[in-house]
């Protein structure tokens, strides 16, 4: 049996390398390794995916929600609210502009931005919603949506770790992670579920003047009528990354399918047992499993981790530290104790090897790893 990994990159690209290696070698023979043809090809084939009407290509998932919150024309003090418990970007970005980030509680079963909790931190200077849809779910999309009309709050969606998720509404409507909000954020990191070999990101949005404007923040505040005198930053794909994206955005749908499908292993698995919980689904979206995270609620977390570890199992603690108990991040507003969902995922989160490629033999030793 292969050796088990967090995330197997080498076997996926064994089975895709003719046409990653001949998208290589095409922008190594142009000679056109920034805005190349295939940086428009992607951005194409990628607005068709999701259904965004525009999309921005930038350098990362972290470029992109920093840019979406300069194109929305957030001004210092305004308020930013963003879930406690996630990967840093979000608060960074918020932090770095001169916002004022306001964490919230998250929902034990998705893991997700808790509704309730958004509507209490709502203040006269709340003026964006910044939801993440974590592991691969999406947030309470429909909720979010409607507080953010009656508020007049800016939603931009964190879509790092959920491209391809689909989202359903009450009226039936499907929309994608990333195309529901004013703005969604995605990241090509190799390690997500649509990932590039380096750095590479997205913005998404449906709204002509911003996606001009967006665009124009990506390229030093350039070229756009109204906005001479903006301060932009450089961020851009390049397309050696467009390339092997173009490539791999052929096969998410393979790749999504095939990440659900070791989620329903796992599920079964696990799924009528009391010491480990299985992620709890949303009714109203797919989870496309960048992460499948468990919650270890009766026996000891770590213990468990060391188990699987000696057993060459790996396995992962997405995250460890919510937002407002990271030192940098320290805030007279907040201390330990106020967000009590997120503190005690932070306690009890594991999340298993997931990726395109497990075999049916490593779910089987892995499963039997975690044990009885
Ligand atoms: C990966 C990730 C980011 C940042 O993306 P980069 O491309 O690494 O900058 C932001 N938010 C979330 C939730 C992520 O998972």
């Not at 851009?236 to 092997?244: M, P, V, Y």
């Not at 292993?265 to 480990?276: M, N």
């Amino acid at each position: 049996m292969k050796k088990i990994q967090m995330v197997d990159l080498q076997t996926q690209y064994q089975h895709i390398k003719a046409d990653i290696d001949r998208g290589i070698q095409e922008v190594i023979d142009s000679a056109q390794f920034i805005k190349g043809p295939q940086v428009e090809s992607f951005r194409e084939h990628l607005e068709h995916y999701t259904g965004a009407k525009h999309v921005i290509p930038v350098g990362n998932g972290t470029d992109a929600l920093q840019i979406a919150l300069m194109g929305l024309g957030l001004r210092p003090g305004d308020e930013v609210i963003t879930p406690t418990f996630t990967f840093i970007a979000t608060a960074e970005v918020v932090a770095l502009l001169g916002l004022t980030p306001v964490v919230v509680d998250v929902d034990w079963d998705t893991m997700n931005i808790s509704v309730d909790a958004i509507r209490r931190a709502i203040t006269p200077k709340t003026k964006a919603i910044v939801p993440v849809h974590l592991f691969g779910q999406c947030a309470n999309m429909e909720a979010i949506l409607a507080i953010a009309r009656e508020h007049h709050l800016y939603v931009v969606e964190d879509a790092c770790q959920a491209i391809g998720a689909q989202y359903t509404f009450s009226d039936g409507t499907v929309k994608q992670a990333g195309t529901m909000g004013d703005i969604g954020c995605t990241s090509f990191f190799p390690s997500k579920n649509l990932g590039c070999y380096g750095d590479g990101g997205a913005l998404f949005t449906n709204d002509d003047e911003l996606a001009a404007h967006l665009r124009a923040i990506a390229n030093h505040g350039m070229v756009v009528r109204y906005h001479h005198d903006e301060v932009g930053v450089n961020s851009r794909l390049d397309s050696i990354q467009a390339a092997i994206l173009d490539v791999k955005l052929g096969h998410l749908d393979e790749y999504i399918a095939a990440r659900q499908k070791a989620a329903a292993r796992y599920d079964a698995a696990f799924g009528g047992r009391e010491d480990i919980l299985i992620p709890g689904r949303a009714n109203d979206s797919t989870h496309v499993f960048h992460q499948y995270t468990l919650r270890v609620v009766g026996q000891d977390r770590d213990a468990l981790k060391a188990k699987l570890a000696a057993k060459d199992v790996p396995a992962m603690i997405y995250y460890p530290v919510p937002l407002h108990l990271q030192k940098a991040y320290q805030d007279v507003r907040y201390k330990s104790g106020d967000f009590p969902v997120a503190e005690r995922l932070a306690s009890c989160v594991l999340s298993l090897p997931m990726h395109t490629e497990l075999s049916d033999e490593q779910l089987d030793y892995i499963i039997e790893a975690v044990g009885k």
